[in-house]
Each structure stands twice: as C-alpha cells, then as structure tokens.
C-alpha cells in the first residue's frame, strides 16, 4: 500500500484551485472606504430627494390638514436622515484619522 503525503496533496489541490493574490488590511481599509463613501452618498442623495419631495407635497396640500402633516412628515424624515448620515461620516472620518496614526490625533 501506498503512503500518502497528506501535506503534499493538500498543498497541489490548493496550488491549483487558489488563484489571485492575498487580501491585505489596506486592500480591506480600500473596499470599505469605498463602500461607505457610495452608501454615505447615495443616502444624501435620497435625503436630499425626500426633503425635495416633502416640498412639493406641501405644495400640493393646499388646506388639506392630512396632506400637510404628511409633507411635514417627509420633511422632518429627510432631515433627520440627513443628519443621521453625515454625522456617521463624521464619525468615520474621526475614526480613520484616529487608526491611521492614533498618536498624532491626541496632539
């Protein structure tokens, strides 16, 4: 009976299904700046549209008293949103300026 090198085998299976190069933390830091730039923008973006779209309701409401409150609604929602998502920007940018040289911040 044949003896099996286990270590060997393991290592030409994942030779050969492995390809590509590792992911390093600063590719990692990279996607997730990414990621939280588009979301930090797209979410502005629908902010900015729910305040636009509370303007016209309002427009629209004439003495309706049910169509105010709800374009107040939109309009109290939207910004309430909007402070919400810059002030997580904030708090991220403090946090990579914070981990990127934690000594330099304190000074």
């Known amino acids: 009976m044949e003896k099996i090198n286990l270590a060997q085998s393991y290592q030409r299976i994942y030779q050969s299904t492995v390809q590509g190069r590792p992911l390093y933390l600063s590719d990692f830091e990279t996607i997730l700046e990414s990621v939280a730039g588009f979301l930090i923008i797209a979410g502005g973006i629908l902010a900015g549209i729910a305040i636009i779209v ?16 709800t374009a107040k609604a939109w309009f109290k929602n939207g910004l309430i949103g909007a402070l919400i998502l810059f002030a997580v920007g904030l708090i991220i940018q403090t946090l990579l300026l914070i981990a990127t040289d934690p000594f330099d911040f304190f000074r």
């Open 54 to 69: 509370s303007g016209v309701l309002y427009m629209m409401a004439g003495s309706d008293t049910a169509k105010v409150t």
